[in-house]
């Protein structure tokens, strides 16, 4: 993890030297003061931490991030940031990225059939996260290399930035990073009928049976699905499910 810190140490101060070139979805951050502002943007972002200390204020309390940790806003919803301490070039570093909630919602869409089970059940190895949690530092490197030649590709980056949230996803904070995209408790079940879908979306069901397997009501099960996965039920796999009651 500390060579993958340095790396992208080296690359942003390297960035911020030559003038701080505009990446789209990415803000590159140094301050020297001890109260910093934190982005102020409507999208959720991560906060990367790279040097120095941070310690964010947010409505649930304070939670302190060191070089390599990172935040992410729907989670913690910052409200301000502190410096606990500064690098040794006396100055603070982070990297925050920037994404839609649809583009996360297409990745957990992606997931393998059980991974999003898995996180929602708590059953991902801490190995399995922590190397996640690496990964989420490493393929921003790859953003900003790549957003930075001399032929930036705003598709490239859209892949890579869903890289990014699908290594957030399996990483320590993977559960209620969904649940706070989902703004729902019952993520887990919906995500559960979500996979039943893409297993069979060949086959004809209908949504009542979905929905009473849940205990919910054919109307609530399509408020949450829909809050869940950004779409109806029906639109899972681009109209190619075929349901018996309308969406």
């Known amino acids: 993890m500390r060579n993958t810190v340095c790396q992208l140490q080296d690359q942003v101060r390297?960035?911020?030297?030559?003038?701080?070139?505009?990446?789209?979805?990415?803000?590159?951050?140094?301050?020297?003061?001890?109260?910093?502002?934190?982005?102020?943007?409507?999208?959720?972002?991560?906060?990367?931490?790279?040097?120095?200390?941070?310690?964010?204020?947010?409505?649930?309390?304070?939670?302190?991030?060191m070089a390599g940790q990172y935040s992410i806003s729907q989670i913690d919803t910052p409200l301000r940031g502190t410096v606990l301490s500064l690098s040794t070039r006396q100055d603070f570093l982070a990297v925050c990225v920037e994404f839609l909630p649809s583009q996360a919602i297409q990745t957990i869409l992606g997931l393998d059939n059980d991974l999003t089970e898995r996180?929602?059940?708590?059953?991902?190895?801490?190995?399995?996260?922590?190397?996640?949690?690496?990964?989420?530092?490493?393929?921003?490197?790859?953003?900003?290399?790549?957003?930075t030649k001399s032929v930036p590709s705003d598709f490239i980056c859209g892949l890579i930035l869903r890289e990014i949230i699908?290594?957030?996803?399996?990483?320590?904070?993977?559960?209620?990073?969904?649940?706070?995209?989902?703004?729902?408790?019952?993520?887990?079940?919906?995500?559960?009928?979500?996979?039943?879908?893409?297993?069979?979306?060949?086959?004809?069901?209908?949504?009542?049976?979905?929905?009473?397997?849940?205990?919910?009501?054919?109307?609530?099960?399509h408020q949450k699905f829909k809050s869940a996965v950004g779409m109806g039920p029906c639109s899972v796999r681009s109209g190619c499910v075929s349901l018996r009651s309308g969406d």
């Open 14 to 65: 390297a960035l911020l030297e030559a003038g701080g070139k505009k990446i789209p979805a990415v803000t590159l951050c140094r301050f020297a003061a001890e109260h910093i502002p934190m982005p102020q943007t409507e999208h959720p972002y991560l906060y990367i931490v790279l040097d120095g200390t941070l310690r964010l204020h947010t409505p649930s309390g304070i939670l302190d991030y």
């Open 119 to 147: 996180i929602m059940s708590d059953q991902m190895e801490e190995q399995e996260m922590s190397v996640a949690d690496r990964a989420v530092l490493e393929s921003t490197g790859r953003l900003l290399d790549t957003m």
């Open 166 to 221: 699908y290594y957030v996803l399996c990483g320590s904070s993977g559960k209620q990073f969904i649940q706070s995209i989902a703004n729902i408790r019952q993520a887990d079940e919906i995500y559960k009928a979500n996979s039943w879908i893409k297993e069979n979306f060949r086959d004809s069901f209908a949504v009542e049976d979905l929905a009473g397997q849940r205990n919910m009501s054919v109307s609530l099960f």
